[in-house]
């Protein structure tokens, strides 16, 4: 009797000592066949973004176009970072592995650079250096899940270029034309300074800048109108991202041409000033683009109304009238 009841015990610890085993083993099986999917479901996402990438009109002389492919360049990698929220869900319900979860924080943030590439918060290098950082995770977390698929350098490399190349034909396009300039104030070359053929190069480099400057003052009182009478539109939106662009530009033209000033020089200080009049616009402009408030719109006039009394100090020093 004692054998027997020994053996039955024995028959039943080794079942359930199975039945454990076979519960953790498919539990675990399940977990990385649930972690394959999201694998899966990650790099499905990434390569549609850049095949919607490959469909940008970048080629087109028009600014419209131009202003709204950039626009859809936005709106392709929020879409695809809504898709990737759902992902970073998934990831904390299953436990994943930290492969997992960094190959979608990485991809997460990668997508997140176009839309900051866009508006100029992030350059191209900066960029480049984030494609890489998640290829590398994609590439541990397809390796610890015996995965095939995966992004290549190529394809983010291919993405990146389309994109660069879209924002360099806007940028080029934001130019304005010799009509528009014609309608600028004119400018008046009486200082010495100005008369020197050594610094004609720099005068009409300014003389450019601040034309650009001005041609976009009337476009943002309008949108500005529109939004005091809560009748703000896409269109708006649009227009308002083409000129903070602009002036993105523009800071960059001043950084490029203030080599060409005497160190120490008079003219120096009042380069600065404009470039940062223009800095504090495009600031100024940032902020309203990201929360359009009453508080943002009060900081936009008061940036504006302080702005307009330095422009008229500087164009009474560059003999602008």
């Known amino acids: 009797m004692k054998n027997w009841v020994i053996a039955v015990a024995i028959v039943v610890i080794l079942a359930v000592g199975a039945?454990?085993?076979?519960?953790i083993t498919n539990k675990h099986q399940r977990e990385i066949e649930a972690q394959g999917l999201i694998y899966?479901?990650?790099?499905?996402?990434?390569?549609?973004?850049?095949?919607?990438?490959?469909n940008l009109l970048i080629s087109s002389s028009s600014k419209d176009i131009l202003t709204r492919e950039a626009s859809k360049v936005c709106q392709i990698a929020e879409d695809t970072r809504d898709e990737i929220t759902k992902l970073k869900s998934r990831v904390q319900v299953i436990g994943a592995t930290l492969a997992l979860q960094d190959a979608v924080e990485k991809s997460d943030k990668y997508i997140g650079g176009f839309p900051d590439f866009i508006h100029g918060r992030l350059t191209k290098d900066r960029l480049?250096?984030?494609?890489?950082?998640m290829l590398e995770c994609l590439d541990n977390s397809r390796i610890s899940l015996n995965k095939i698929s995966s992004i290549d350098k190529s394809d983010t490399g291919a993405a990146i270029d389309r994109v660069v190349l879209l924002v360099n034909n806007l940028k080029?396009?934001?130019?304005?034309?010799?009509?528009q300039l014609t309608e600028q104030p004119v400018y008046v070359v009486s200082s010495p300074y100005w008369a020197n053929?050594?610094?004609?190069?720099?005068?009409e480099n300014i003389r450019d800048i601040v034309a650009s400057y001005s041609a976009g003052r009337r476009i943002l009182s309008r949108v500005l109108a529109n939004y005091d009478r809560g009748r703000l539109t896409d269109q708006d939106r649009a227009d308002w991202l083409n000129e903070l662009n602009r002036r993105r530009v523009l800071i960059s033209e001043l950084?490029?041409?203030?080599?060409n000033i005497p160190p120490g020089s008079?003219?120096?200080?009042?380069h600065r000033l404009l470039t940062n009049m223009l800095?504090?616009?495009?600031?100024?402009m940032e902020r309203f683009a990201a929360y359009e408030s009453p508080s943002s719109r009060r900081y936009l006039s008061a940036i504006s109304n302080r702005n307009t009394a330095l422009m008229n100090r500087l164009k009474n020093f560059y003999g602008i009238r």
């Open 279 to 284: 800095k504090d616009a495009t600031e100024a």
């Open 40 to 54: 899966d479901d990650l790099v499905k996402e990434i390569d549609n973004l850049h095949k919607d990438f490959g």
């Open 197 to 203: 053929p050594l610094y004609a190069g720099y005068r």
């Open 128 to 133: 480049v250096e984030r494609a890489e950082v």
């Open 19 to 23: 039945g454990c085993w076979f519960y």
């Open 255 to 259: 950084d490029a041409i203030e080599r």
């Open 172 to 179: 080029r396009a934001n130019k304005p034309s010799a009509a």
């Open 266 to 270: 008079i003219y120096q200080e009042h």
